[in-house]
């Protein structure tokens, strides 16, 4: 059983949306399920995975720029801001206190909706915290 799981965070490292996916799906289609409850923002930081000419297009519709490095097989190679994207170490951290939950880090939930609520959760204490 694998999955992934695709989370927008703010800039004190505080996540906001939550979605969990199957881990054989794309980490842009998953972004693509939480673009109606993405908040406003300016600048959108992600990582290769999250790559795509439509995300991309999606995001600058909405007045969103996305600080997104372009994938190495890519023709058109997008350019990034260098020193804004070194801000997503905020992410890493905030996945970094979801996996300090032993429940989580270990998995051992079999149901997607039960581990989905334990992750749930925890996200809310990391928000008080």
């Known amino acids: 059983m694998n999955s992934k799981l695709h989370m927008v965070i703010d800039g004190k490292g505080r996540p906001h949306t939550m979605c969990l996916t199957a881990g ?5 289609t998953g972004a693509e399920m939480m673009l109606d409850d993405l908040p406003s923002a300016k600048v959108l930081l992600a990582d290769r ?3 795509s000419s439509h995300f991309r297009k999606e995001l600058l519709n909405r007045g969103i720029t996305p600080c997104i490095p372009p994938r190495c097989n890519r023709k058109v190679q997008y350019k990034y801001d260098k020193l804004i994207y070194k801000q ?9 206190k979801l996996k ?3 429940r989580i880090s270990t998995r051992y939930d079999r149901s997607a909706t039960i581990f ?5 959760l925890a996200a809310t204490i990391i928000w008080w915290i």
Do not use: K, L, P, T
């Open 100 to 102: 300090d939950w032993r």
């Open 49 to 51: 995975g999250y790559d």
């Open 116 to 120: 989905f609520s334990a992750i749930c």
């Open 88 to 96: 997503r170490n905020v992410v890493e951290r905030a996945f970094s």
């Open 24 to 28: 054989n799906i794309s980490d842009y």
